[in-house]
């Protein structure tokens, strides 16, 4: 065997409708079951929470998962828009036709299977619903080997509305990030939906940072950045988010946030962008490796 076909017979041929149904699966998966990370910690919350209207909105959100899980319903009515993160092995050849247009057809069959609510305009000012979540945002990165990661984020709108962006100048170091995230969140009030999981993007760039906060959100929760500075920043901004005493569902209480998950990217020595991308307390996020 020569050398250029050992190569071509270590390529793997996915069929993209396989793509499509997965996507299809962690659309209406994501949609109903709340993760067994989130539950853990809103339980953990309800029994440290010292605001009785608080433990009483975080039992009402356990309650709510619950029923979600057992009758297959939407967690929320808000379908979101469908975020799409995806790991692509650099050994994977893509068979039968579009693989991105296989990702969209995957929400799509998705969201009209579970009877989720379709929430994408077609355009900004004058665009009708285009029914069924359609298109989603979708990121992919190459990655080596042979297996794809598909990872899927319904984004609910209140919590992404609250979320915002900003231009630091490195003088404005740690402690101006720190105000930041807490100026976004006190900003937020009950509007994002808390307890919620605060996702910051520092570094990068101001097209980059975004997306950085966002994918903040995928950790588990609780779960701390392997940078031994960063944990501890993310422990203090958590103190000081619960410290402003919103809480559950803005009705006052300890656990404003369940979790502070901080992501960094080497950045230009003229800048510090700094994003806050809020997460509900419907945080929902499914997994999937073929």
């Not at 469908?82 to 650099?90: D, K, L």
Request: glycine share 10%; charged share 15%.
């Amino acid at each position: 065997m020569t050398e250029l076909n050992a190569k071509e017979s270590a390529v793997r041929e996915i069929h993209v409708k396989a793509v499509e149904d997965i996507v299809s699966n962690l659309c209406q998966e994501a949609n109903t079951m709340l993760p067994d990370d989130v539950v853990a910690a809103i339980r953990q919350a309800a029994q440290s929470e010292l605001s009785p209207m608080g433990q009483e909105v975080l039992e009402q959100i356990l309650d709510n998962a619950a029923q979600a899980a057992q009758s297959q319903v939407s967690l929320c009515q808000d379908g979101g828009v469908t975020i799409v993160f995806m790991e692509i092995g650099q050994d994977i050849h893509f068979v039968g036709g579009s693989f991105e247009e296989a990702v969209h057809a995957g929400i799509r069959r998705g969201y009209q299977s579970a009877h989720l609510r379709g929430s994408v305009l077609s355009h900004p000012f004058h665009g009708q619903n285009s029914g069924f979540n359609t298109p989603g945002v979708l990121h992919s990165r190459i990655v080596l080997g042979s297996s794809l990661r598909i990872t899927v984020l319904p984004k609910g709108g209140g919590a992404d509305n609250m979320s915002q962006l900003k231009m630091l100048t490195p003088a404005s170091g740690v402690q101006g990030v720190k105000e930041f995230v807490l100026d976004v969140v006190k900003a937020a009030g009950p509007n994002a939906c808390p307890p919620l999981i605060v996702g910051v993007g520092v570094g990068g760039t101001f097209d980059s940072v975004g997306t950085l906060a966002k994918q903040a959100l995928l950790r588990e929760v609780g779960t701390p950045s392997p940078d031994s500075e960063i944990a501890a920043l993310e422990q203090e901004l958590l103190q000081e988010v619960n410290n402003l005493g919103i809480g559950p569902m803005g009705l006052g209480g300890t656990t404003t946030a369940l979790a502070v998950h901080i992501e960094t990217h080497p950045l230009h020595m003229a800048a510090l962008p700094v994003a806050v991308n809020l997460q509900c307390h419907s945080a929902r996020v499914k997994t999937f490796v073929l």
